[in-house]
């Protein structure tokens, strides 16, 4: 890989938390490495507020994100893809044709999360910092001279570790 910056296409299904917080902390602190964008196999059509405020707690621009489907980006070409779905709580991935490297980073929907305020916003927290812990280890990497395959291999690493 040696284009920069790499283009990075957050995926999952609904595309209201766990890929609108992706794009945010990637934009954020990819700083020219990296540029990403969101979108989901079968978007809800809202972002989830309980996202927005997340980002708004962090310091990031709530402006500019929306629910959109994967077909708004048919045509663009993506270096890297990350899934985030959950898998492991049944919940289906949705599987993208292009010629992206893959990665999946599976977390639990903090959208499915019920309680108190406090509840919820923990949920949406812990989404949030294991998001960035991920995207801290990616841009850690010597991405502009990985190959493609080391590239893979290390995306799947750091799901799999965090």
């Not at 916003?121 to 294991?130: G, L």
């Not at 841009?139 to 080391?150: Q, R, T």
Request: aromatic share 4%; with cysteine.
């Amino acid at each position: 890989m040696t284009r920069t910056p790499l283009n990075v296409l957050v995926l999952c299904t609904g595309n209201s938390c766990r890929s609108i917080l992706g794009e945010a902390l990637i934009n954020h602190l990819g700083a020219g490495r990296l540029r990403a964008s969101s979108a989901g196999s079968h978007p809800v059509g809202k972002v989830n507020e309980n996202a927005l405020a997340t980002l708004a707690r962090h310091g990031l621009s709530t402006e500019g994100y929306a629910s959109q489907s994967w077909d708004e980006f048919e045509g663009t070409l993506f270096d890297i893809l990350v899934t985030v779905c959950d898998a492991a709580a049944g919940e289906a991935c949705p599987v993208y044709l292009g010629a992206a490297v893959r990665g999946h980073w599976g977390l639990p929907d903090p959208a499915h999360v019920t309680g108190s305020r406090e509840v919820v916003e923990a949920a949406f927290e812990a989404t949030y910092v294991a998001l960035e812990k991920r995207i801290r280890a990616l841009l850690a990497l010597p991405l502009e001279s990985l190959s493609k395959a080391e590239l893979a291999e290390a995306l799947d690493r750091i799901g799999a570790e965090s």
